[in-house]
């Protein structure tokens, strides 16, 4: 299991206050405890801001504090061409660039940087008629997409299909759709991965972790394979370390049995 940490989001309030004000020691700060409670990658997004160039610029100052920091690779997680090559043009290692999706006039912005800086991508299985309502529609997406990503020359391995979860609040579906259509875009693209922005599930809801845990554990039993989530909930990433062991995915528990030398199982 991937695990992509969530945090340093410029939605959240606080993280844009610290990206605007050029903050360091608040973004190193966050970015070391993620590190330090199990995440692989690190999300960066400053999504809020109004021009790509302001949003570039942030990407110059983050990458590198961000990585220095940590040396964990990033999510860069942008809507502009102009923003991800700025950021890719300062990453070490494997990015992972968030998102495309099934409109065909954003992939020849996006995907050569990706075969030229040879990162994943997050693929999300919605075009210009929106998310379709039914698992079909979102795997008949996913598999357009894959014939792009393919036509670029880049392998299916490196592509991660988000089945695209939305708030339970809204929809009480949400999460039995999520995971019909997880299943079946394991089956229909094998070769491709599978990640959730886990949190979105659970907003508008009280508890939210509690709705985030009971997720997780659904979704992994269906086979996901990334989640970008918060890792510094000790709960959440106790109960993935306990999924993976019963599941078969943690060898001889040693990932479940090092976190608890760790203290890190609550």
Known sequence: MLVVGEKI???????EEAILQRNESFIQDLAKRQMLAGA???EV?????????????????????????????????????????????????????????????????????????????????????????NAAGRVKIAERISQGVLSYGIPLQSLYIDPLVMPLSAD?????????????????????????????????????????????ILSLGAGLEAAILNPLDQRLMALLKATEALLNRDPFCQKYIGAYREGRLA
């Open 45 to 133: 997004n400053s999504g809020l801001r109004v021009y790509p160039e302001e949003e570039a610029e942030d990407m110059e100052w983050l990458v590198p504090l961000v990585q220095g920091v940590t040396g964990l690779p990033l999510c860069i997680d942008s809507a502009y061409p102009l923003v991800l090559k700025t950021a890719l043009r300062h990453h070490q290692g494997i990015a992972i660039i968030n998102s495309i999706s099934g409109d065909p006039d954003r992939w020849e912005s996006i995907l050569p940087l990706a075969k030229q800086y040879g990162c994943f991508i997050v693929a999300l299985p919605s075009d210009r008629s929106g998310i379709p309502s």
């Open 9 to 15: 989001n410029s939605s959240i309030k606080e993280v």
């Open 40 to 42: 692989d990658y690190l």
């Open 172 to 216: 009480t579906r949400s999460g039995t759709l999520f995971i019909t259509t997880l299943k079946e875009i394991k089956q229909a693209l094998p070769e491709a991965k599978t990640i959730s922005g886990l949190s979105n599930i659970s907003y508008g809801l009280p508890r939210r972790s509690l709705i985030n845990q009971a997720f997780l």
